[in-house]
């Protein structure tokens, strides 16, 4: 296969969890709440993905499963930030206590004691452009072994997109993250909205993390989400707060994900021998360069992170 | 009502709602538990007698609590200052390096051995926490996402390391076991002499405590919580980056240079985590080894801290608190086979209930307006 193809294609498939991840947090801060309890969102949902796949013996149920799961946590994060005004900074590391324990807990149950789930083997997600193009042409190397799940999360980028920016519900967001009380003057509900944008991106935080363990992987392991939910908080930064922003940077991470795998390939090392705990450092620091080169430009929604609370 | 009496009210007051948090907790991992099919009041019961049980059950704890405090500190004075340190766990892994390879590869004489090891330690941590203090203050990088990064590279770092044909132990990716003359364990030599063992062997109780790497890196923990405290509220430092942390903008306007505040305030959290670290590795582990996952010392600090509230004092028993869940939690599963994982349930809980401190007051405002909305209604008819 051609270098070019595989990087880009392996790009891609890293991107996706990230991507759909970052989508869920733009939702919920663009309403004005920081959603640092993606990570455990996701790591519910990668659970919850790969379990209900496993026992329906349907992807796309375990998927759906994932997304009710990260919604569910996200409800209690938007119940404890809206109407009791928590910290979100707080109530979100506590859902990353939460996510991960209810995810091990019932793995155990399930799965006879064990942290991670069996195998999806042919129960994985499907790849819907496989066999469409001719075998080994750049197109088939590119696209033909993309699961579902890519595709859903790069065509999710412009709805978002256009929900922000195009619609009555995304002025009325927008309109919360950056001042809830005039929202709030003109009639608009603003916990109602809130609780909307929170549980909608729990529920993408859900669909991220069974992008993990049905697409990416074909299994649930502890150790299958490890920083991705944080990652994806930084992919917002980088991304100002936009999708088309957060795209770019997930697709920057993805690729330097694929760059760590090539020059991991026996044939590169030997040539340019990078040793692979470097390797894997690659992502965290390209992040960190990108972050001290760009942040500077990023401004948040001036409101979020502040409960908002009504006078009475 | 004097201002003291005002703060002690305000501080009996955080305490009820602290203890409140924590029932709630275990209430709610009581009900997930009976929902699984097991007996939660059998499973408390074999969390408390595994954690007090035995003098040696007790010593874990401490041994437990040790790091945990000192990772707290470093979250609970980032709070104070006004920033975020989710960095602790990567600086609690440069501490635990740098401890490592000063205390296994360095030939010292004792007496300098440990200070060496612990200033090591304490340095190469609080150098990593202010590097993320750097990237705020120059680069304007948000510390918590800086921080999260950096625990990641701290966390390959390790494992680059510890797998040098030049630094791993043969066949394993350890490093080597630190010399003696580091150690902090209490006796380590004397404990399995023959004179020593006659003398256990008459004292059960001390003898069980012996069995466990007991260690004098709980002092060094507690008294440096007394010093953050001192440092906090007693010195002028401590006064400026409170001051830092509360307001920026008054900061600025009193002439408080805001930048090396936060670059200061980073390297002493970085330094406390970092401490962490090197204790854990002079006084148990002696070592460090590839890592497969996070260990958690630095993120469990978060929780502990939160459930002190940011109190320097309240760090040692929250703590200790915490060592207690880790330590006697996992016990539940031998015994009963329920999943372990029900104590990150509960601390999660618990860290929810901490992060609303208005929930009572809304509630009661709730059921306030509910009342006089049914009486209004009543009045309707």
Request: net charge positive; charged share 10%; with cysteine.
């Amino acid at each position: 296969m051609d270098i070019f193809a595989f990087v880009l294609s392996t790009t891609f498939m890293y991107s996706a969890p990230l991507i759909f991840t970052a989508l869920g947090g733009v939702l919920s801060e663009k309403g004005g709440v920081v959603n640092i309890g993606l990570e455990g969102m996701m790591y519910f949902g990668a659970f919850m993905g790969a379990a209900i796949a496993y026992y329906s013996g349907n992807p796309w149920i375990g998927f759906l499963a994932a997304g009710i799961g990260g919604g569910l946590l996200a409800l209690l994060h938007a119940v404890a930030c809206v109407t009791f005004k928590a910290n979100n900074t707080i109530s979100g590391l506590a859902i990353n206590f939460i996510g991960p324990g209810f995810a091990l807990f019932l793995s155990r149950i399930m799965f006879d004691g064990a942290t991670y789930t069996l195998p999806l083997a042919d129960k994985k997600m499907g790849m819907p452009l496989k066999g469409f193009f001719m075998k080994d042409s750049f197109l088939d190397n590119l696209l033909g072994s993309q699961c579902h799940t890519t595709f859903i999360a790069f065509l999710l980028v412009p709805v978002v997109w256009f929900i922000l920016q195009k619609t009555r519900l995304g002025l009325r967001i927008r309109a919360i993250g950056e001042y809830p009380k005039a929202a709030d003057t003109l009639g608009i509900n603003v916990a109602k909205i809130q609780y909307f944008v929170v549980i909608a991106g729990g529920v993408l935080a859900g669909f991220g993390g069974a992008t993990l363990s049905i697409a990416v992987s074909s299994a649930f392991n502890p150790t299958i989400v490890t920083g991705q939910g944080f990652i994806a908080l930084s992919a917002i930064v980088f991304g100002k707060w936009k999708p088309q922003g957060a795209l770019v940077a997930c697709l920057i991470f993805g690729f330097s994900t694929a760059i760590g795998i090539v020059l991991g390939w026996s044939s590169v090392q030997a040539v340019f021998p990078v040793p692979s705990q470097i390797l894997a450092m690659l992502p965290f620091v390209i992040s960190l360069v990108i972050l001290v080169s760009f942040v500077g430009k990023s401004v948040a929604p001036s409101s979020v992170g502040i409960p908002y609370e009504k006078d009475n | 009502m004097n201002n003291r009496k005002l703060h002690k009210k305000e501080w009996v007051s955080a305490l009820k709602f602290t203890f409140f948090s924590i029932f709630i907790g275990l209430l709610v991992g009581a009900i997930v538990l009976a929902f699984s099919g097991y007996n939660p009041i059998q499973a408390y019961s074999i969390m408390l007698s595994g954690i007090f049980s035995k003098p040696s059950y007790i010593s874990y704890v401490v041994i437990y609590a040790t790091p945990l405090i000192l990772t707290g500190l470093s979250v609970a004075f980032s709070f104070k200052t006004g920033l975020f340190n989710i960095g602790a766990e990567g600086q609690f892994i440069i501490g635990s390096l740098a401890a490592a390879l000063i205390g296994g590869y360095l030939n010292l004489p004792a007496y300098i051995h440990v200070p060496v090891c612990i200033l090591g330690a304490i340095l190469a941590g609080g150098l990593w926490g202010a590097f993320s203090g750097f990237l705020k203050a120059k680069f304007n990088v948000n510390e918590v996402i800086s921080t999260i990064m950096l625990n990641w590279i701290a966390f390959h770092l390790n494992n680059f390391v510890v797998t040098r044909p030049s630094i791993k132990r043969e066949g394993m990716n350890v490093t080597q076991f630190i010399a003696d003359t580091a150690r902090i364990e209490i006796l380590p030599k004397w404990k399995n002499c023959e004179a020593a063992l006659a003398f256990r062997e008459a004292h059960p109780i001390i003898n069980d405590l012996l069995r466990t790497p007991l260690n004098a890196g709980i002092i060094i923990a507690i008294v440096t919580a007394f010093l953050i405290k001192y440092l906090l509220d007693r010195t002028s430092l401590g006064y400026s980056l409170r001051v830092v942390g509360d307001n920026v903008n008054s900061a600025e306007y009193n002439g408080i240079n805001v930048k090396k505040n936060i670059i200061i305030s980073m390297l002493i959290c970085g330094m406390l985590a970092g401490a962490a670290g090197g204790l854990q590795v002079l006084g148990r582990t002696r070592n460090v080894a590839e890592l497969a996952a996070m260990e958690s010392y630095g993120f469990n600090g978060i929780s502990v801290a939160l459930i002190a509230r940011n109190s320097p004092i309240g760090c040692i028993f929250s703590g200790l608190f915490f060592a207690m869940l880790t330590y006697g939690g996992p016990k539940i599963q031998s015994a009963l086979g329920a999943p372990r994982e029900i104590i990150n349930i509960v601390i999660g809980t618990i860290i929810l209930f901490v992060a609303v401190p208005k929930l009572l007051s809304i509630l009661k405002s709730k059921f306030k307006r509910t009342i006089i909305n049914t009486k209004i209604s009543k009045g309707d008819e």
